[in-house]
C-alpha cells in the first residue's frame, strides 16, 4: 500500500496525525464482525428516548410533594438522547412509570385514610365511653343524696342492669382506684397519649409565605424557646406540600406563624398527623432586643420546666395538652436544667415568659428574663391538620356571641 492511499484512510477515520501505514493483510474479516456486534449491543443497551427526553419528570411526586431527585435504576449511567432521536417506550420504562406516577401514590393515599378512619372509630369509642362514664357518675350520685334523675338516665334501662352489674362486684381499693385512672384516662387525648413521654417531640416553624425580617427573627426565637424544633424557611410551599413533608420526616407539630406589616399577629398549632389544631391571636409580642435587661449571648437549650397557672376548666386542660406536647419531657434522673417557661392565664389570655434562674441560697433563686414575651388568646380548636383545616369539625370557637358576660372566663 502507498503512502497517498495510507493518508486518505487516515483523513477518514479522523486521525490525522502520526499516521504510519497500515498492512490491510493483518485486518480479518472476524475482526470486523466482532466489532459490528458491539457497536450493536452499545446501542442496545442504551434506554430509549422516552424515558431520558425529560429526566426531570423522574422527580417523584409522592401525593403533589417534590421530594429529592429519584433517578431510576434504567438512567443510571447514560447518555442523553437527542429529542429528534423518536424511540417508543419500552415496557421496562412503562413499568417504572406505574410504579412512580400510579401506585406509590395510591398506597400512600390508602394508608393515611385508613389511619384516619382508626383514629376516628378510637375517638368515637373514647367518646361514648366518656358519656356511658358520665351518666353513671351521675346516676350514682343521684343513688347517694336522693335526687331526682334526668329523665334520659331515668328511663335507660340498659344502664341501670350495667349499674347493677357493677354495684354487685366486690369492691375493693384497688378497684375503686382502677376506675378512678379509668375516669382520667377518658380526659386523656387519643392524639398525644400513643407518644406521650416515649419520644420527644419535634415540631416544625415556619412562617407566612415572603415574611418580614421582624416576623423571621421572631420565628428564630421560637426556635430557641422550643428546644426540640426545626425551623424551615417557608418559601412557595403551599400547606398541603408542607404537612406532607413533615409527616414524611415524622414530625410531631407544626407551629406556623403569621403577621400584618411585620407585626405578629396569629400562631397556629397543629399536632400531626391526625390533629387537632389550636390556633391563637397573639399580641405584645416583644423580642429578646426589645427587654430590658434580657440576658444577651447563647440561650440555653436545655429542657425547660413549665408551669401551668389558671387553667381550671376541660377548656383550659385541653389547651395545657396541645401547649405542653411542644415541649420535651425531663428525666428525673438528668441535670435539672436552669430554664423555666410560663403559661399563665388571666381571663383567657395566657402570658407567656422565658426565664432563666441561678440559686442564691437552699430555697432562694434570682430570676432572669430571656424573652421572647408574648400574650396569646385562644379563637379556635379544630380536629384535623393545616390542609384539612377548612373541612375539620370545630370542637370550640370564640364567635361574636360567645362572650355573653364580661365575667366569663374559658380557660
Known sequence: MTEETCTQR????????????????????????????????VEASKPSAW????????????G?????VATPPALIGRKNITDSQHVTPTNNDRSYFFFFYVSFPVIMLRRQARERRDYIYRKALQLRDAAIAEKRAKLKAS?????PLDPSIANDKQLREDFKYDESLPSTNLQSKAKEKDAELLDVDDEYSLTSGLIDPRPLITTSRSPSARLS??????????????????????????VASANAAALTDMVLLH??????????????????TASF????????????????????????????????????????????????????????????????????AIEVRHHVFVRTGPQDVELAEVGPRMTMR???????TLEKNSGGDVEWALTQYTRTSRKKDYL
Not at 403577621?259 to 387537632?276: D, F, Q, V
Request: hydrophobic share 30%; with cysteine; aromatic share 6%.
Open 378 to 384: 385562644l379563637f379556635e380548636i379544630r380536629s384535623g
Open 217 to 242: 427573627t421572631f420565628a428564630k426565637e421560637m426556635r430557641l424557646l422550643l428546644p426540640t424544633s426545626i425551623r424551615l424557611n417557608r418559601g412557595n410551599l403551599v400547606l398541603p406540600d408542607l
Open 51 to 62: 424515558m431520558q427526553k425529560d429526566q426531570s419528570a423522574w422527580r417523584p411526586h409522592f
Open 64 to 68: 403533589g410533594i417534590p421530594s429529592p
Open 10 to 41: 487516515a483523513e477518514c477515520q479522523g486521525f490525522v496525525k502520526n499516521c504510519k501505514p497500515v498492512d490491510t493483510s493483518t485486518v480479518t474479516t472476524t475482526e470486523q464482525e466482532s466489532g459490528a456486534d458491539e457497536s450493536e449491543a
Open 259 to 276: 403577621e400584618h406589616r411585620g407585626t405578629p399577629t396569629a400562631i397556629t398549632i397543629s399536632h400531626l398527623p391526625h390533629g387537632p
Open 281 to 348: 391571636s397573639l399580641h405584645n409580642v416583644v423580642l429578646r432586643a426589645d427587654i430590658p435587661n434580657s440576658v444577651r449571648g447563647t440561650v440555653s437549650e436545655s429542657y425547660p420546666h413549665l408551669i401551668f397557672e389558671g387553667f381550671t376548666t376541660k377548656l383550659g386542660r385541653r389547651v395545657v395538652q396541645i401547649l405542653k406536647h411542644l415541649f420535651p419531657p425531663r428525666e428525673g434522673g438528668g441535670k435539672l436544667g436552669n430554664r423555666v417557661v410560663t403559661f399563665r392565664n388571666k381571663e383567657d
Open 143 to 147: 343513688l347517694a343524696t336522693g335526687k
